[in-house]
């Protein structure tokens, strides 16, 4: 079996040309055996940062606040680049980023969990009639737990198995959520911040190109598929 990306005909020769990687299908794998630590290691590092400091007793004066806050902000980093992967994917003609969607897909949705146990647990004390009525009063917080319910079921269908379940257009369906999730996760961290909100709008910025990027492809798309384009191109 050839791993996705993979090639055992060479353009003008036969497998007598490839190299031994190629032959057996494993040189794209090999390129990018890196990612999957890569990405894992690299997803644990704001988590191992924020005990470190807690061990160290290095944090502010407000320490619950600054780890919600914190893990917060991580998740919404590593939704944008979930986000980002299709895009690079397309303008790049980059295979790579692919291979790791779900990976930060996943991360976010972990570290938007760890968020709101905080919240619940330590900042709330488990007062769950004080953590409803904290939903229904604070627009931030209505927001924020709403983008949470809406990763919930994107994070429980991220494998290839759901996606056989699920049937494709389904799926597909069902996982443009994130991009409603996105957009909450962003007003829930400018409505959060209450005086310098330069770092919360520009990721809102960002995630305001990416959404841009996008619906430029997708209407490029829509009329690639369209019936007038489909009978131009059969003339």
């Not at 299908?25 to 990018?32: I, L, P």
């Not at 291979?99 to 930060?104: A, C, K, S």
């Not at 198995?161 to 996982?175: K, M, S, T, V, Y």
Request: glycine share 8%; net charge positive.
């Amino acid at each position: 079996m050839v791993p996705h990306g993979g090639s055992i005909v060479a353009d003008g020769g036969g497998i007598q040309d490839l190299t031994p990687w190629q032959w057996l299908g494993w040189s794209d794998w090999m390129k990018h055996a890196w990612l999957p630590p890569g990405i894992f290691l690299g997803g644990l590092t704001p988590l191992a940062s924020i005990l470190l400091r807690v061990w160290r007793g290095e944090l502010n004066a407000n320490p619950i606040a600054q780890v919600e806050n914190e893990l917060g902000l991580s998740a919404l980093i590593f939704l944008l680049a979930a986000l980002a992967c299709t895009p690079a994917r397309r303008a790049f003609r980059w295979t790579w980023p692919a291979r790791i969607r779900r990976e930060l897909g996943l991360f976010a949705f972990f570290y938007a969990l760890l968020h709101f146990l905080v919240y619940v647990f330590l900042d709330q004390v488990v007062d769950f009639g004080a953590i409803v009525e904290d939903i229904a009063k604070r627009p931030f917080i209505s927001v924020g737990f709403v983008a949470f319910v809406l990763m919930l079921p994107l994070a429980l269908t991220s494998r290839r198995a759901d996606i056989r379940r699920l049937g494709f257009r389904r799926w597909q369906r069902l996982h443009q959520l994130v991009y409603v999730a996105g957009a909450l996760a962003a007003v829930h961290f400018i409505w959060r911040v209450k005086i310098d909100v330069s770092q919360p709008l520009t990721y809102a910025a960002v995630l305001g190109v990416l959404l841009v990027v996008r619906g430029a492809y997708w209407v490029s798309s829509w009329r690639q598929r369209s019936p007038a384009s489909t009978a131009a191109s059969q003339r």
